[in-house]
C-alpha cells in the first residue's frame, strides 16, 4: 500500500499502482469525468500514469488552467498524427501549447497552405473516431536516440537534454512523439478543435536554420467554449492593427524599405504629432525640460554606460570614420548622462528632469518582427530625472503617477503592476550589492507606503537598477509593458556625475528612467487595436468630413464652414469629389471620421450643420457654434 496525500491535508491508502483516474473514481464519479490530470508530487501526471510511492496529488479538472493546457497539448499531438498520414514524410520540430491553443511546427517538401487545414482537420477527427490512447514509455539515451534516428529536429532535442533527464514518449497508434507529457489519455477526449492558420517559423527561431511551417490551432472542452472562443478570434481579426493600418493609411511596412522599418503615412504622423504634442505639454506641466541628442553615439559612450556588455547583440553593426567607432543609438541614457554633465550642479538644481522624444535602433531577429509591435527603429518619450536621494520616493511617485494620467487620457487600463528585482545568482546584474540593497528597498517601500498592488519578479531587474513596469491587456488580450521606472545608482558612478551639496563638497545623483506610453509604434498597434480604428475625436487624423450635397449650389457655404473649422484648429475636411453623395457618406464612415457634416439648403438657409457622429445613424441639426462648443469640450476632456 501507498500513502495519497491531498491538498487538504487529508492521507488515504491506495494499492500501489493506483492513477489519478483512479483516485478521482475513488472520490466520486462526478469527479472521474471532470478529471483531465494531475500532480504527483508537483510532477504532471497522465490519468493513467501508476503512482509507485507515497505522494502528494492534487487533481486536475475541467475548470484548471492546467487541464487547458494538457488538451491543447494532446491536441497538438494529434494534428501531428493527422499531418503524418496525409504527408508522410513529414518530420516535426516543437509542438506546445500555448496561452490561447496550441501549434505544432512540421517539415515537409509539400508546402501547406490554408486551404489545406479543412482536409488535415477531417483526418484529426478520424483519428478522434478511433478512440487512440496516448501511452507514455520512458527510454534510455541511446534508446530515444535510436529511435529518432532518421529524424534530425528530435536528435538535437535530445541530445541537448541534460544528462540526468528522464526521456519519455509518446504513442497513439502508428503514431511516435518525443514529449514530457501530460496528455488527455485518449483520443476520443478531443473532440472540439479547429485549426486557424499557418505561418512559417525558423527551428528553435534561428534564422540561419531551417523555416518550418507552423499550423496553429484550438481545442476546448465543449462546443460553446470553442464556439466563444472563434467569435473572440473574428473580433480580434477585425481589430488587428496591420488589417487596420493599412485600411486607414496609418502606415506602411516594406521590405523595400527594410524589414521593421515603419513608414508613417500622413494619417499616422497627424496621430502621432497629436501624441507628442499631448506629451511635450503633460512633461511640461510637470516641470520636465527638453533636449534633443543624435541617433547616433560611439562605442565608447555605450562602454561607459555598460550597455556595450549587455547589449551589443541587440544592437546594429558598428561603423568606422575618421578614426571613431559609431552605432546607432539603442537608446538614450548616456546621452542624457552626457547632458546633465555638460555644466556644474548644486543640490538646489535638483530634481531635473530631462525628456526627449527619441528614436531608438535595435536589432530584432526578422522572425520576431510583427507589425508595429516590434520593430527594429522605434520612437518614443524618453526621460531621466537626477534627483538627490531624499528626492527618489517623490520623484518616483511622481512620475508613477504622471504614467497613471496618460494610460487613462488614453482610454487604456493598467491590467497589473511589477517590481522587477535582480537575481543574484545571475551575472547581467552590476555587483554593487549595497547599491542594490537600497535601490529594492526604496522601491519597496514606496510601493507598500502608497498601498500600489505589485508582483515581484525576481530576475527581471535591467542591469544597473529595479523598475516598476506596468503592464497593459491590449485589446487582442496581449499583457504588455507599457510604461516603466527605473532606479539606477550605477550610471551616476559610471559617468562620475556629480553636484554640489549644502556642505560645499560634490556628491553624487540618482537616476530615474522613466518610459511613458511605450513606443510610438507599439502604442499605435495598441490604439488602432482599442478603438477599431475610430479613434476618439481628440486624436482622430480627421475630426470632420464636411460634404455638400451638390458641388453647384452649397459649396460656398461648406467652404465658409470647413475654413471656420480649420481657424478653432479643428481638423476638417472638405469633401468636393464629383461624387455621388452615398459614396462620400460611406466614405466618411468607412474611414471612421467622428463626425461628418452634410450641408444642403436647410443649412445654408438657417447657418446651421448637420452631423452625423460615426457609429450613431442619429442626424442632429444645430448653429455652427453650439457644435463647435461640442466638439471643442470633446476634445479638451479627451472623451472616449
Known sequence: MIKITFPDGSVKDYEKGITIEGIAGDISSSLKKKSVAGYVNGDLYDL?????????????????????????????????????????????????????????????????????????????????????????????????????????????????????????????????????????????????????????????????????????????????????????????????????????????LSNDAGQGLALWLPNGYTVRKILEDYVYKLEKKAGYLHVSTPVLGTKKLYEISGHWDHYRDNMFPVMERDGETFVLRPMSCPHHMIVYKSDLRSYRDLPIRYAEIVTQHRYEASGALSGLERVRAMTLTDAHLFVRKDQIKKEVLDAYNLILQAIDDLGLEIEYVELALRDKEKGKFHDNDELWDLAEQMMKELLDEEGIEYTAMTGEAAFYGPKIDIQVRTAMGHVITMSTVQLDFLLPERFDLTYIGQDGEKHRPVVIHRGLISTWERLMSILLEQYKGAFPTWLAPTQIRVIPVSLDNHDVYAKKINDLFIDYNLRSELDMREEKLGYKIRAAQTEKIPYQIVVGDDEVANETVTYRKYGEKEQITVPIKDFVDLIQEEIIHKSK
Open 48 to 252: 493513467n500514469r501508476p503512482i509507485e510511492e507515497d505522494a502528494s496529488v492534487e487533481i486536475i479538472t475541467k475548470n484548471d488552467q492546467k487541464a487547458f493546457e494538457v488538451l491543447n497539448h494532446s491536441a497538438a499531438h494529434l494534428l501531428a498524427q493527422a499531418v503524418k498520414r496525409l504527408y508522410p514524410d513529414a518530420k516535426f520540430g516543437v509542438g506546445p501549447a500555448i496561452r490561447e491553443g496550441f501549434y505544432y511546427d512540421i517539415d515537409t517538401e509539400k508546402t501547406i497552405r490554408e486551404e489545406d487545414l479543412p482536409k488535415i482537420e477531417q483526418m484529426m477527427r478520424r483519428i478522434v473516431k478511433e478512440q487512440q490512447s496516448m501511452e507514455r514509455k520512458e527510454l534510455s539515451r541511446q534508446e530515444a536516440l535510436e529511435f529518432f534516428k532518421d529524424d534530425p529536429y528530435k536528435t538535437e532535442l535530445i541530445t541537448d537534454l541534460p544528462e540526468d533527464e528522464v526521456i519519455t514518449i509518446y504513442s497513439q497508434n502508428e503514431f511516435t512523439d518525443l514529449c514530457r507529457g501530460g496528455h488527455i489519455g485518449n483520443t476520443k477526449n478531443i473532440k472540439f478543435f479547429k485549426l486557424l492558420s499557418i505561418a512559417g517559423a525558423y527551428w528553435r527561431g534561428d534564422s540561419s536554420r531551417n523555416q518550418l511551417q507552423r499550423i496553429y490551432g484550438t481545442a476546448w472542452f465543449s462546443q460553446d467554449a470553442l464556439d466563444k472562443h472563434l467569435q473572440v478570434l473574428a473580433e480580434r481579426k477585425e481589430r488587428d492593427h496591420r488589417k487596420l493600418g493599412k485600411e486607414l493609411r496609418i502606415f506602411e
